[in-house]
């Protein structure tokens, strides 16, 4: 009898429990989806940042080592960015310093990425392509 009462009384906190856990839940789903849309635009981002500089020091390496064959750094600047699913956002140019030399080199550097939020909302699609220039010195 005892049980009973104890049973009856706590009916009524069971459902504000469940109700609190789907609360949670729902929360945490909501959660899952914005990360799982917003996180590929957010790391599309900083990885183009470091993919521009990479791209850019393999063009100083090899701009150096075959003298200045801008055909070879092309060639070896768009293998590696294919390989990491980017391409080149322009040409790539030489920086001369003032007395005619050249003294850097700048890669420009464009990826998109799409997440299903960001491909079926137009005015979001903007955000899908990150462009970054990479600028590494000659010597």
Do not use: H
Request: charged share 20%.
């Amino acid at each position: 009898m005892f049980l009973r009462k104890v049973a009856r009384g706590l009916g009524a906190e069971e459902g504000q429990i469940w109700t609190y856990i789907i609360k949670i839940a729902l929360v945490f789903l909501v959660l899952g989806i914005l990360v799982i849309q917003f996180g590929p635009i957010i790391w599309n981002q900083i990885s183009t940042r470091y993919t521009a500089r990479d791209a850019s020091d393999l063009a100083a390496t090899t701009f150096n080592n075959n003298r200045g064959d801008m055909d070879k750094v092309y060639e070896k600047v768009e293998e590696m960015l294919t390989d990491r699913e980017a391409r080149l956002d322009g040409n790539i140019s030489i920086i001369y310093d003032q007395a005619g030399q050249p003294s850097a080199i700048s890669v420009p550097v464009r990826k998109i990425v799409n997440t299903y939020l960001f491909e079926n909302v137009s005015y979001l699609s903007s955000l899908t392509e990150a462009c970054s220039v990479g600028e590494s010195n000659l010597e």
